[in-house]
T-cell receptor, first 114, second 111 residues
Framework: EAGVAQSPRYKIIEKRQSVAFWCNPI?????LYWYQQILGQGPKLLIQ????????DSQLPKDRFSAERLKGVDSTLKIQPAKLEDSAVYLC????FGTGTEAFFGQGTRLTVV | DAKTTQPPSMDCAEGRAANLPCNHS???????VYWYRQIHSQGPQYIIH???NNETNEMASLIITEDRKSSTLILPHATLRDTAVYYC????????????FGGGTRVLVKP
């Protein structure tokens, strides 16, 4: 079974530029998560989708971050404009619907803003 | 708003059992206890989860106390490759499928 795919693996941009990350979840997984992980900290949930609807985006900085999940499958996370403090690993995860199901994570995209 | 408390770090000897504690004193009846680990530069990896009963799989065992206010993850024979940050997470209830990470326990397996 293919895992969660993310691209790119690494990205370096200058502050005020824009960037987009892509995630392809495991086939059939209705729930998709985006996390931000700053060095030395645990992952912080940015947004959670159920199919193509947003379940939770309470910690998404909506003035600069946006995310969409077209057709309830692939998802993109965008930052525009980027700030230095956005340097982090961005993780995507997916799971089947239900609280008793495990989530599977991708390898993440390491973003460096200079 | 993590609902769990874990020690920040612990060491264990290679080949010995590693017992990782987690406190979740405010857990509700329909919330699960999940364990994930994150090896350096990788995404978190699912280990095990349980609701009320103890659980065992090929990676670990999960012991949940009868009052469900705490649990212990047991790695039966720790290897150097088990060096990682281990996260205990409470999931379910009113929060549904939301998966919230805390600081985790940094485990160092020593030869």
């Amino acid at each position: 079974e293919a895992g969660v795919a993310q691209s790119p693996r690494y990205k370096i941009i200058e502050k005020r530029q824009s960037v987009a990350f892509w995630c392809n979840p495991i086939s059939g997984h209705a729930t998709l998560y985006w996390y931000q992980q700053i060095l030395g900290q645990g992952p912080k949930l940015l947004i959670q989708f159920q199919n193509n609807g947003v379940v939770d985006d309470s910690q998404l900085p909506k003035d600069r971050f946006s995310a969409e999940r077209l057709k309830g499958v692939d998802s993109t996370l965008k930052i525009q404009p980027a700030k230095l403090e956005d340097s982090a690993v961005y993780l995507c995860a997916s799971s089947l619907f239900g609280t008793g199901t495990e989530a599977f994570f991708g390898q993440g995209t390491r973003l460096t803003v200079v | 708003d993590a609902k769990t408390t874990q020690p920040p770090s612990m060491d264990c000897a290679e080949g010995r059992a590693a017992n990782l504690p987690c406190n979740h004193s405010t857990i509700s009846g329909n919330e699960y206890v999940y364990w994930y680990r994150q090896i350096h530069s990788q995404g978190p990896q699912y280990i095990i989860h349980g609701l009320k009963n103890n659980e065992t799989n090929e990676m670990a065992s999960l012991i949940i106390t009868e009052d469900r206010k705490s649990s212990t993850l047991i790695l039966p024979h720790a290897t150097l490759r088990d060096t990682a940050v281990y996260y205990c997470i409470v999931k379910g209830g009113a929060a549904g499928n939301k998966l919230t990470f805390g600081g985790g326990t940094r485990v160092l397996v020593k030869p």
